[in-house]
Structures are given as structure tokens and as C-alpha cells.
DNA sequence: TTTATTTACGAGAACGTTTTCGTATTTTTC
DNA sequence: GAAAAATACGAAAACGTTCTCGTAAATAAA
């Protein structure tokens, strides 16, 4: 340990640990000429100050909290990517939880990071998010909160999201576009408003089409891995298979991907997929 | 603001701080009934302890730092994914860190995690990373430091590999037995040890199998993305192209991908790619 | 009964910063 | 030359914990 303090350099200078301080933060208070050779003690002793004397002092973490449902997806570590960039750059650092979907998980992570932390939280919500009181929590307390791509609409927090019914409108059109006649659309969550505005989208553009929308080709998934690719299994291996795919999230699409290649289907000749991610 | 602090419950309570603190940390010097009323008081106020007031006193920050060259990769993203799952458990939390294989940006990295903001932290290292001082840094400052999959050799920490040796061998046997004749090798750094050994396999699995090592055949690959792909759009117009590839990182695997599809090679056809993970 | 020992709590000192205030010295103003 | 203002620094009080002591009261041992 033996690190080294405002105390050590005072001591060194045989200055005040108040006028090193002030030095250090270029303060008006101290001729041009100490700050300089307060400076030059500091580099040379490699001086770092203390994040957490300064945050008690300060009540300022420099610290925000990511808080996903996983990380193995695409979109996410591109959004980790922006984040911790950003970040870096303006001197912050960055937390990081996984929530693994489980909204339990993210309620205690949420309720770590009440007490200063943090000085402000990006969360994607986790598909079963139905309970929102963790979240009232946090803004009770004033902690800065911004969703993204994951939302919890009916709470007022900056939400970064992208145009989802457009999007899913778009995709499902593609697909008829290039000759689709049986589109499926993959569901992740019927909570959800990414999931639900992406499905919006799809059945405007079955209308727009005049196609018919048919229930059976909306499947409602969960984040039960195993149940879900059954699932795509017997809709894959039925006669009337669907000729082309939405799927709203990522992870949907790879394990849609991953059943054609097992069932011997060719993509796209077979089956075409279109993905969010 | 306003949040609660053990004063904030003493308070309360007309119990002192000290008493409160105890209470909560179940010390034997306080009476059951004491803590009883304590811990209900706090569940019913919600108190949090403050990290910083805590961390101040304890010089523990319950926080490592994972320092990884890029987050879009799958190796990295599954292993944060563990070291967060651990570290939740633990009640430990996980910052994180983005060196883009910039050396410098490496340095400041550690350089910002010297002073008790981490009570350690795991590496994997910059392709770049040549010089070493600041890992030495970390040593002499007594924090606790682990490397995983990139690893500095030269510096006694707790390392985490994989057998990269028998990993390259293993893969270009494959590729071999596979009935590839030119098989090339991608490598992302001559100078980090992961490359360098698992070059060291592929280069015995052609000895092995009788096969004549060819300089041309081993590309050194750098971060500098558009450069790689040229280099690899060459090579493979090349009439004596490669009919076998083993890429050292999935970078490579990806890019190389790209290519071929970019040529109309067809994998595995034309063209096998095996890839570290 | 007197002396030890235990029990249950409080006072107060850290931890290392930041920041307000006070104050000697110097400089400016009239 | 006196008063006012600026300059450059130090003392000390927070921030909220944790933890070492000190110490009354209650209990046990002599």
C-alpha cells in the first residue's frame, strides 16, 4: 500500500494538504509558481487521488452503471462499445450488470446502486419487466436514469430508442418484396414495447399487402432457449412452413438460423430471415 | 438527495453511530434485541451503506476492473459474461475497460486504476503492448493482477490461457486430415505470446505431416482493419491460394470470411476456415 | 462484601478529499 | 501615508463509514 496522499506531497513541500489541493485543481487562490512545482511533485511521485475520498467529499462517483439483460448479443456490446468510448473519453468509468432476463436481478441491481454509486444508470430492460418499482425507486432518489432500446414506457426517463414499428414494417415489406407468401414473426416478450411495436409493424405491412395475418405464424417466444427452439422446430417441420422469418431480437434469428441448418432448410432459398439487432 | 446515513437512523433511534454500524454489521457487542431494531429501522428507511464512506475506511472497493482489447469478439463477451456472473454472486462489481489494442490507451487505463478504485484487476492484453512498465507498476503497487488469453509472459501474475500450443497444432491437423494442401496461418501480433504459440502448433502440424512451411503462407496481420482485408483479398486472388485457413483470433476468421464471400469463394468448399475463440 | 469479568453501548479518531473561512502579507487607490 | 483591495496560503470542518477504546452497569468469582 503506502500510497500517495495530498498529505505526502504537503509534507514533501512542506506546504498545507489545502494549498496542494488547490494547486492541483489549478485554482486561483496559488501563484502560478507553486502550482507548478506541486505539479511537478505530483507527476514525479505519480500522485492519483483517491476516487473514493474525492466521491464522499464530492457526492460524484464519475461512474455510470450498464445494466442489460445479456451481453452475448450484438447490439448490446455495440452499445457497450459507444458507451465506455464516450465514457473514457469524458473521464468516467463504467459499470457493467447482466441482468440474465431475470427481473429479480435487476431489481437488487438496481437497489445496489442507490446509495452514490453511481451518478447515473443506462438500463435495457429484461423481457419480463412487468413490475416497475425498482425503477420509481431510483428516480425517487434522484438518480439520473436513461433507458435504451429496452423501455419502460410509462416512466418519464430520457429513452434512446429506434423506430421500431417503422422497422418491423420495413422488414416484414422486404421480405414480401422478395417474394415471401408465409411470414413469421418472432416474439420475445408480449410486455415488451420493442417487441410489441416491432409486431405492429409486421401486421401493417401483412395489411398493407393484403396478406392475411395469421396467428399461428406469430410465436410468441421466451427466454427459455430450449422451449423456444423446439418451438421453431415443429413450425419449421410443418408442411405449411413459413417462407420467411422476422425476428425481433437477435438471439431469435441465430436460433431460427441454427434449426433450418439442422432441418436441412436453406437460407435464404428456403427460408428467408430478417433480424433487429 | 437527502439520503439516509447511519446518523440518519441513530437519529432515529437515539441509539449513537457507532452502536448503528455495529448492529448492522452483526457484531457480538451489540444485544439481539438492539440489532433486531436496528436492522428493521434500516429495511424500513432502506438504508444503503455509502460505498465511497465505506471504501474511504476499509480500503476495499468490492469493484474489479476487466481490461480487454475489443467487446465485439465472442471470447470476450463470454468472459465477462462469467466474471460478472462470479462477481455478482460475490457481491463484487465489474468495471470495464476498452483499449481498441491501443498501448497508450492501456497505460492510462492502469494508470487510472492505481489509486483503490479496484481491488483488481484482469487483463488480456493490447496486440500492441511491447513495452510492460505499466503492468509493473500495478506489481509494485501490490494490486492484484491476473491476465487471461493475452498474457504478459515476463511478469509473475496469475495467468489464464488456453494450450495455445496443442490448440494451433490440433487446428491445422484438422484442416490436414481435411485434405487441405496450402494452409495459411493469420497472425494478429509477432510479438504476443498467444499468436506466437499457437503459430508454433500450426508449424508442427505441418512438419508433422510432411508438409513444407512457407513464409508466404503465415500473414501478419495488424488492428489496422482495411489493411488486413487487402492483404487477404490478395492472397486469396493468388492462382496458388490458400485452400486452408487457421486464424489466430476471430477477428481474423471474420475478415477472412468476408473476403472469400467478397471473391466468391465458397467455405468450406473453395476454402476452410478454422478459428480460435 | 469486594474484586473480576462480562455485556452493551458511546466517544472519537481515522480514511483522503474538497472547500469555506480566516489571515498575514503585499499591492493598489485616494 | 492611510485605507482598501488583492494575493497566497493554512486551519479546520465536512463527507459517511469503521473500529479502537473507554466505561458504566450487570453479573460472576473470590
Same sequence: chains 1, 2.
Avoid: W
Wanted: hydrophobic share 40%; net charge neutral.
Amino acid at each position: 500500500m503506502s500510497s500517495i496522499t495530498l498529505a505526502t506531497l504537503a509534507k514533501e513541500l512542506k506546504l498545507s494538504i489545502s494549498t496542494v489541493s488547490k494547486a492541483l485543481h489549478d485554482s486561483h487562490e496559488i501563484s502560478e509558481q507553486t502550482k507548478l512545482i506541486v505539479l511537478l511533485k505530483a507527476k514525479e511521485l505519480n500522485y492519483q487521488v483517491n476516487p473514493f475520498a474525492s466521491g464522499l467529499r464530492k457526492q460524484k462517483s464519475k461512474t455510470i452503471a450498464v445494466v442489460i439483460p445479456e451481453i452475448d448479443d450484438n447490439f448490446f456490446t455495440l452499445a457497450i462499445n459507444g458507451i465506455e468510448s464516450v465514457a473514457q473519453v469524458k473521464g468516467y468509468h463504467v459499470l457493467i450488470y447482466l441482468t440474465h432476463e431475470d427481473v429479480k436481478k435487476e431489481a437488487t441491481i438496481t437497489g445496489l446502486l442507490q446509495n452514490g454509486r453511481v451518478d447515473g444508470i443506462m438500463i435495457s430492460i429484461s423481457t419480463e419487466t412487468g413490475d416497475s418499482s425498482h425503477f420509481e425507486e431510483l428516480k425517487s432518489k434522484e438518480i439520473p436514469l436513461v433507458f435504451f432500446d429496452r423501455v419502460v414506457e410509462n416512466i418519464s426517463s430520457p429513452k434512446i430508442i429506434t423506430n421500431d414499428f417503422e422497422s418491423g414494417f420495413k422488414a416484414t415489406e422486404h421480405l414480401i418484396e422478395n417474394g415471401c407468401k408465409r411470414i413469421a414473426f418472432l416474439s420475445i416478450s408480449n410486455t415488451l414495447s420493442i417487441s410489441n411495436n416491432r409486431m405492429k409493424g409486421y401486421e401493417d405491412a401483412l395489411k398493407k399487402y393484403g396478406m392475411k395475418y395469421e396467428p399461428d405464424l406469430v410465436i410468441a417466444c421466451d427466454n427459455h432457449e430450449e422451449k423456444t427452439r423446439s418451438l421453431f422446430r415443429k413450425i419449421l417441420k410443418k408442411k405449411k412452413r413459413p417462407d420467411g422469418i422476422v425476428a425481433s431480437v437477435e438471439k431469435l434469428a441465430i436460433n431460427a438460423y441454427e434449426i433450418c441448418n439442422e432441418l436441412g432448410l436453406k437460407i435464404p432459398d428456403d427460408v428467408k430471415i430478417i433480424s433487429f439487432s
